[in-house]
């Protein structure tokens, strides 16, 4: 009987760690700016698209430290797999960041519905070209990495939603300055409002599927199973778990019956490229044993 274990590297987050701390030094800075000025003008699609700014904020920062985690060892002896989780726990409190702000904006707009509120349009328009402009430079920054490292990919694709709430605002600010009417803002805040819920409620639940130990979205483990019993060697495959340790980190154990347990070594090293090579799962952790072996130490749970 033998054991296997497969452990990734993961570098690629690390090589273009400076990506994410220019785009995080931007969009911080300019998140403070955008909601006193929102506050100011009284537009409300500047303070909801701030507090989309602010979920990007805390996102580009859980990329930015799971990509200095991921090389930290445990001194503790406790955290078996690291700190990797981090980063998922970040995105759940990001969650309910959107949340939050979804709610507050719709909230305030559904308020302001049917009233013509003041709102300075020039302040507006021009926070939110600079905005849409900082964006820009973060989306070219982010998308050199996002090929090679699925955290940057995240982070990636939240700014280019954050750009898209910049397009709103600068309509909002269009709108207001051509029609001389506030409900214009109101209308934009309100459609930013939803658009934030709506990717709130998809990021959590992909927080929670990780958190569940689902299997990985776009993972079959029939498949799974039937590349793993193509292995030389394999005659049956049984007790195959598969989840998400961390984004683009998945984790995988399974018993592996061999008619010959004496090739333990040849096919766990086999068995170990299978999982790489065609699941993206670098961290097997794979058991070998013999048909006699099956039927004790199966689970029946």
């Known amino acids: 009987m033998g054991a296997g274990h497969g452990h990734g590297t993961g570098h690629a987050g690390a090589r273009h760690r400076w990506r994410l701390v220019v785009a995080f030094g931007l969009v911080g800075s300019f998140f403070a700016v955008e909601l006193a000025v929102g506050l ?24 930015l430290a799971a990509t200095k985690l991921a090389a930290r060892p445990d001194r503790s002896g406790r955290r078996s797999y690291g700190s990797y989780r981090a980063e998922i726990f970040a995105s759940g409190f990001t969650v309910l960041i959107m949340l939050g702000v979804s709610a ?44 090679e490292s699925l955290n940057i990919k995240g982070a990636y694709y939240e700014v280019v939603a954050d750009a898209a709430g910049s397009v709103g605002v600068i309509t909002a600010g269009i709108l207001v300055a051509a029609t001389g009417r506030g409900w214009w803002d109101t209308l934009v805040a309100l459609a930013i409002g939803v658009f934030v819920a709506v990717r709130a409620v998809v990021l959590g639940r992909e927080v929670l599927a990780v958190l569940g130990q689902h299997v990985p979205q776009g993972m079959e483990l029939d498949q799974i199973v039937q590349d793993l019993e193509s292995t030389r060697g394999v005659v049956d495959v049984h007790d195959l778990h598969v989840w998400t340790l ?39 952790t794979l058991q070998v044993e013999s048909r006699a072996s099956k039927a004790c130490d199966e689970a029946t749970w």
């Open 40 to 63: 100011i003008s009284g537009s409300l699609a500047l303070i909801s698209d701030a507090g989309h700014m602010a979920a990007d904020v805390v996102a580009l920062g859980a990329a």
């Open 246 to 284: 961390t984004s683009g980190m998945y984790v995988a154990t399974a018993h592996l019956v061999v008619a010959d347990t004496e090739s333990a070594q040849a096919v766990l090293e086999e068995a170990r490229g299978v999982m790489r090579v065609k699941h993206q799962i670098e961290h097997a």
């Open 104 to 147: 507050y904006v719709v909230v305030e707009a559904l308020a302001r519905l049917g009233q013509d509120v003041e709102v300075q349009a020039g302040p507006v328009l021009v926070v939110g070209a600079i905005g849409l402009l900082i964006n820009v430079v973060s989306i070219v920054l982010l998308r050199g990495g996002a090929d």
